[in-house]
């Protein structure tokens, strides 16, 4: 494994294991953070600072564009890795249908096309969720649509769809 390119983490509107998800991106090198404008917003929700990814070194991508910009580096071959987690359902229908109108989506399709493996961390994955809100745990029940496609997303190549932490890790473990 080429141990210099990097990960691009990138993190969209959910708390859903958002904290587990920041708890991973900390124990990692040569990752950079990549945020949709919902997940710049979510992690105010949930207490993170910008600075918090800034002080360990991590490079830190807005949403600030019209063209997303940061996309320019996956054809630069600085990255081995994408990696969107949490993942809302919204950005899962997004990918599952080939839009990229964000910067997180435009990192996952212009991925595909450079033939740059991804592993999404799929919010909606069942048909009741527990999920930890701002200030509360809530219990959501996905609706078919998003149970569709995150069964469609399944099926893209070069890509691993995992509905849980050990599954994040294990997905993690072949390319670090």
């Known amino acids: 494994m080429d141990n210099t390119k990097r990960i691009a983490w990138c993190i969209t509107g959910s708390g859903h294991y958002l904290k587990e998800s920041i708890e991973i991106i900390f124990t990692l090198k040569n990752v950079d953070l990549f945020l949709s404008g919902a997940g710049e917003e979510v992690l105010k929700w949930y207490n993170y600072s910008l600075e918090d990814f800034k002080s360990k070194g991590i ?4 949403d600030i ?3 997303s910009a940061p ?3 996956l054809y630069e071959n600085v990255y081995k890795l994408i990696v969107v987690s949490p993942a809302t359902s919204n950005t899962i229908a997004q990918m599952s249908y ?3 109108d964000t910067l997180v989506t435009n990192m996952f ?4 096309k450079c033939k740059i493996h991804s ?3 799929a919010c909606d994955t069942e048909p009741t969720v527990i999920t930890q809100a ?3 745990s809530v219990t959501l029940y996905p609706r078919d649509i998003e149970l569709e496609n995150y069964e469609k997303l399944k099926k893209f190549k070069n890509v691993d769809v995992v509905d849980n932490v050990m599954k994040l890790n294990r997905a993690l473990k072949k390319w670090v």
Request: hydrophobic residues 50%; proline residues 4%; without cysteine.
């Open 59 to 62: 490079k830190v991508f807005k």
């Open 65 to 67: 564009t019209a063209s």
């Open 71 to 73: 996309v320019s580096l």
């Open 98 to 100: 080939g839009l990229s």
């Open 109 to 112: 399709a212009q991925a595909g």
């Open 119 to 121: 592993i999404v961390f």
């Open 134 to 136: 701002p200030k509360k």
